[in-house]
């Protein structure tokens, strides 16, 4: 009963996350300000790397987990360099 249990649960978080990638992707497209827009694509990120996690744990290949971390690291770098363009203009003092 928990395996079918988990199953479900599985794919309801997939819906969900799904779901949650359109919101996000509508207020990418039509944010009124550019900080609104960063904090989108930050929003995004995450998403997408819970979205990978959950296919990970539905297949059980650790692929799915190493990249969700690569793109956990990479958004977060992307993330700090344009709040600081938004800041100061520029990326590199």
Known sequence: MSAVLLGWAVLMAQFLLAAATGCVAVRLLRGPRAQDRVLALDTLYLIAAMLLLVFGIRTGSPHYFEA?????????VSTAALA??????????
């Open 68 to 76: 969700a971390l690569l793109i956990a690291l990479l958004g977060f």
């Open 84 to 93: 600081k363009f938004l800041m100061r203009g520029e990326v590199i003092e």
